[in-house]
């Protein structure tokens, strides 16, 4: 069992940066596979990023990629979620996702992730 929290949304302008962090509980984080997805009002909740358990060959949706930058540090079972270039359509509720399944690379759906944080708003205003 894994207890993911999430910190570090808020309120940004668009252009602007953002980092978030989520911790996770057990004594197991090296053998997750991490990532993050999003949920805006109105939508489904869509893949953003994810990295596997060695923190090899990070994977982005093409919506993010080159913006967004997932990383993790086994040691303090940590994973963030850098932003930078903010955009309004950014706005939404980011979630810690794990996988205790393999995972190399490649876009992931919520029906493969295993445990969920539960959410931290991000609002980007133009």
């Known amino acids: 069992q894994v207890q993911l929290v999430e910190s570090g949304g808020g309120l940004v302008q668009a252009g602007g940066s953002l980092k978030l962090s989520c911790t996770a509980s057990?004594?197991?984080?090296?053998?997750?596979?991490m990532g993050w997805f999003r949920q805006a009002p109105g939508l489904e909740r869509e893949f953003v990023t994810a990295i596997p358990k060695n923190g090899a060959r990070t994977f982005s949706a093409d919506s993010v990629k080159g913006r967004f930058t997932i990383s993790r540090d086994n040691a303090k079972n940590k994973v963030y979620l850098q932003m930078i270039s903010l955009k309004p359509e950014d706005t939404a509720v980011y979630y810690c996702?794990?996988?205790?399944?393999?995972?190399?690379?490649?876009?992931?759906?919520?029906?493969?992730?295993?445990?969920w944080g539960q959410g931290t708003q991000v609002t980007v205003s133009s």
């Open positions: 996702a794990a996988r205790w399944r393999p995972y190399y690379s490649g876009s992931l759906s919520s029906t493969d992730i295993d445990y």
């Open positions: 057990g004594r197991f984080f090296s053998t997750y596979a």
